[in-house]
C-alpha cells in the first residue's frame, strides 16, 4: 500500500499541519469582515435601540408641549410651532415631524388631544459595509386632554390679585359648575366678608384665600392648576354698519331694531330690543326705573365701551339659541382697554346668556341671574356680591360648557 503522504506529495499537496500558520490566516482573512460586521451589528444594535428610546422622548414631550399650548387657546398653527420648537431644541435634527390636533390615527381620534409623529434616518457605521441604506426610525405620542370640571364663572387675568372675588353679603349657588381664575396670584381667587358660596369646585392656576367656609362638592379647593383657555376667543366679532342708529330718549316707551349705535345707548323708560346683534360703540346707560326686555340679542361693546344697570332697573335679556352667536348676550371687545362694567337688576332682572368681557372687570351686582339659572361670566377679572343661582345644564337655550382645570396626559 502506497503512504498516503507520498501520494499528496505526488500531486503537490502539502501534508495536513504542515503549514498551520498559513491556513490560519487565509481562514482570518475570509472571517474577518464577518466577526467586524457581526461585533458592529451588536453595537450598532444598541445605538440604534437607544436612538429609539430618544426618539419616543421627545415625541412625548411635543405632544406634552402641543397640548399645554392648546389649553391656552392656541390654534393648530401655534400648537404645530410650540411642538416643533420642543422637537428641535430636544436633538430632532434632521428628522421631521407632523402634528396632527386631534389626531388622525389611534384610539383618540377626535378627541381633545394633539398627536406628534416624529420621523429620522439613521447613518449606519460598522454595517455599512454590507448596505449603505438608512436605518428609518418612527415615534408616535398623544397628549390628551381632559377637563376636571366645567366653569359659570371663569377671570382670565393671569396675574391679578383677586381676580376671581366674592365680597360682602352675597348668597350664591352655583349647580353642577365651578369657579375659575386663570390668574397665578396667591389670592387668585377670594371669598371674604359674609359671602355664602356653594360651588362644584373652587379652582385657580394661583391660590385660593377663603375667610368663610365655602360649601364645595369636591374635597378641597383646587390651586396651581392649569390655566383654562378663552372659551370665546374664536368667536369672531360682529361688523359695524356704515348707518347708525339711535335710542330715542324722549319717548317712555319704545322698539329698537339691531345695527350700529354710534354714540352709545341710553335707555330710559319702556325698552324692547328686537332680536339681532347690537354693536354699540360707546357706552350703554340703563337707567333707574327703565324697563329693558329683548329675546335673541347679542349686545357688543366695541372699543373700551362699557355697560353700566341701575339696580332699580328691570332688566330682562336672552341671548340666541342658534347660530355665531348662539348663547352669547354681551360681548366686550377684545381690542379695547382696561375698564369696568357693572350688572345690577332688581331681583325680577334676568340675563340668560354669556357675559363676556375678556379686557374689562365684570361687576355682578344683581339679585339675579337668567332663565333656568342660565348665566355665564366670563372676563378680566370678576367681582361678584349679588345674590343668585346659577345652573350649569343650559344647551337647550344656546350655552356651551366652560372647562375648567385641564389636565393633560400622554396616553398613546
Known amino acids: 500500500m502506497i503512504p498516503l503522504g507520498r501520494i499528496l506529495k505526488f500531486f503537490g499537496v502539502r501534508q495536513f499541519g504542515a503549514d498551520r500558520s498559513g491556513n490560519v490566516a487565509t481562514i482570518v482573512a475570509f472571517s474577518l469582515p464577518i466577526i467586524v460586521g457581526g461585533a458592529g451589528l451588536g453595537v450598532e444594535t444598541s445605538y440604534w435601540y437607544y436612538s429609539s428610546l430618544k426618539l419616543q422622548a421627545v415625541a412625548d414631550a411635543a405632544a406634552y408641549a402641543g397640548a399645554l399650548e ?52 439613521l447613518d449606519r457605521i460598522f454595517t455599512s459595509i454590507f448596505t449603505q441604506t438608512k436605518v428609518p426610525e418612527r415615534a408616535r405620542a398623544v397628549a390628551l386632554i381632559t377637563d376636571a370640571s366645567k366653569a359659570c364663572v371663569l377671570a382670565l387675568n393671569r396675574s391679578a390679585s383677586q381676580a376671581a372675588l366674592f365680597s360682602g353679603s352675597t348668597s350664591v349657588k352655583f349647580n353642577g359648575c365651578s369657579v375659575m381664575s386663570d390668574s397665578i396670584a396667591s389670592d387668585a381667587l377670594k371669598v371674604q366678608g359674609s359671602a355664602g358660596l356653594q360651588a362644584d369646585c373652587l379652582i385657580s392656576a394661583g391660590g385660593v384665600v377663603l375667610n368663610n367656609p365655602v360649601t364645595m362638592g369636591c374635597n378641597a379647593a383646587i390651586t396651581q392648576a392649569l390655566p383654562a383657555a378663552d372659551p370665546f376667543a374664536g368667536l369672531p366679532a360682529p361688523a359695524a354698519s356704515n348707518s347708525c342708529q339711535n335710542v330715542n330718549g324722549n319717548k317712555t316707551t319704545q322698539t329698537i331694531q339691531p345695527g350700529t349705535y354710534c354714540n352709545g345707548m341710553n335707555l330710559n323708560g319702556n325698552v324692547t330690543l328686537s332680536p339681532g346683534v347690537y354693536v354699540v360703540q360707546g357706552n350703554l346707560k340703563i337707567n333707574a326705573g327703565a324697563v329693558i326686555q329683548g329675546d335673541g340679542v347679542t349686545i357688543y361693546m366695541a372699543g373700551s365701551s362699557t355697560v353700566s344697570m341701575n339696580g332699580n332697573a328691570t332688566v330682562t335679556l336672552s341671548a340666541p339659541t342658534s347660530g355665531t352667536y348662539s ?86
Open 70 to 121: 392648546k389649553v391656552s387657546g392656541s390654534n393648530a398653527a401655534e400648537i404645530t410651532a410650540a411642538a416643533t420648537q420642543l422637537a428641535t431644541n430636544n436633538g430632532l435634527g434632521n428628522g421631521t415631524i407632523v402634528v396632527n390636533t386631534p389626531p388622525t390615527s389611534g384610539p383618540n381620534i377626535a378627541k381633545n388631544a394633539v398627536e406628534v409623529i416624529l420621523n429620522q434616518n
Open 327 to 412: 348663547g352669547m348676550l354681551f360681548y366686550g371687545d377684545r381690542t379695547g382697554t382696561a375698564a369696568q362694567s357693572t350688572f345690577n337688576g332688581t331681583a325680577d332682572s334676568l340675563l340668560t346668556g354669556a357675559i363676556y368681557f375678556p379686557r374689562q372687570q365684570v361687576k355682578y351686582l344683581g339679585n339675579f341671574s337668567g332663565k333656568n339659572g342660565c348665566t355665564q361670566v366670563v372676563a378680566d377679572t370678576i367681582q361678584w356680591s349679588g345674590n343668585s343661582t346659577i345652573n350649569q345644564d343650559c344647551k337647550d337655550l344656546g350655552f356651551n360648557d366652560i372647562p375648567a382645570a385641564p389636565s393633560v396626559a400622554l396616553v398613546e
